[in-house]
C-alpha cells in the first residue's frame, strides 16, 4: 500500500510547516492532518489536488507513482493550454483552423477556473479521444462566471450537469453556437464516447 502520509508530511516538513498551518491551508482540522500522515486515513482528490499545487508536486508524486502516469498526463495538458492561450496572439491563424469545444461548470465550488477535478478528467479524456481518431478539436474548460469572456470562441459549448440549467439564456446569448448538455449518466461514468458522438453530430 502507496504510505501518503509519508510524502505529505516530507512536503509539510520541506516548507517547515506545523500540522495546524497545513491545515489551514487545506481547510481541514489539524487532526485530519495528523490521520493522513500516521496512515490512519486519505485525503480526497479535492484536497490532493490542493496539495499538489500548493506544493507544486504531481498527484502522482503524492501517491508515490514515479511513472508519469494519468494525473501527470492531465496536469501536464492543463499547463500547455494556459501556454497556447498566452500566444494565441502570435499563433492566430494556426489556432483558428481547429474547432473549439468550450466546457463550461458551475462558479463556486472550484479550485480553480478550470473547473471541478472531474470536469478537468473529463476534458483530458475528451481531448485525449479526438487526438486519437485525429479530428482538429481542441477541448477546454472554464468556470460559468467565465462565460461571457470565452463563449464567443467557441464552435461548441458543452455544459456540466450542474450548470444545464442555465441553457436557454446560453444559446439566447449565443444563438450561432450549439449548446449541448452533458448527461448526468454521461458526466458521472465519463462516458466520453456518449459526448464524442453528440459533438461530431453537431459538426455534421
Known amino acids: 500500500m502507496v504510505e501518503i502520509g509519508k ?4 512536503l509539510r516538513q520541506s516548507k517547515k510547516m506545523t500540522q495546524k498551518e497545513l491545515a489551514e491551508v487545506l481547510n481541514v ?3 485530519a492532518v495528523s490521520k493522513w500522515e500516521r496512515n490512519a486515513s486519505n ?3 479535492q484536497t490532493l489536488l490542493t496539495l499538489s499545487r500548493y506544493f507544486d508536486v504531481s498527484v502522482d508524486e503524492i501517491l508515490g507513482n514515479i511513472k508519469q502516469t494519468f494525473f ?3 496536469f501536464s495538458k492543463m499547463k500547455r493550454g494556459k501556454q497556447m492561450k498566452n500566444s494565441q496572439n502570435t499563433n492566430v491563424e494556426q489556432v483558428s483552423t481547429d474547432t473549439k469545444v468550450l466546457i463550461f461548470d458551475l462558479s463556486g465550488s472550484f479550485m480553480s477556473d478550470k473547473g471541478l477535478l472531474q470536469t478537468q478528467i473529463l476534458n483530458s479524456k475528451l481531448q485525449s479521444l479526438m487526438n486519437k481518431n485525429e479530428k482538429k478539436i481542441i477541448v477546454d474548460t472554464y468556470e460559468s462566471s467565465q462565460l461571457n469572456k470565452y463563449g464567443e ?3 461548441i459549448i458543452l455544459l456540466t450537469p450542474s450548470f444545464s440549467f442555465a441553457r436557454k439564456e446560453i444559446e439566447k446569448q449565443f444563438p450561432t453556437v450549439p449548446v449541448i448538455e452533458i448527461s448526468k449518466r454521461d458526466y458521472g461514468l465519463l462516458d466520453i464516447e456518449n459526448i464524442y458522438q453528440e459533438i461530431i453530430n453537431v459538426i455534421q
Request: net charge negative.
Open 7 to 10: 510524502k505529505i508530511k516530507e
Open 29 to 31: 482540522t489539524p487532526q
Open 43 to 45: 485525503p480526497d482528490l
Open 72 to 74: 501527470d498526463s492531465l
Open 153 to 155: 470562441q467557441a464552435d
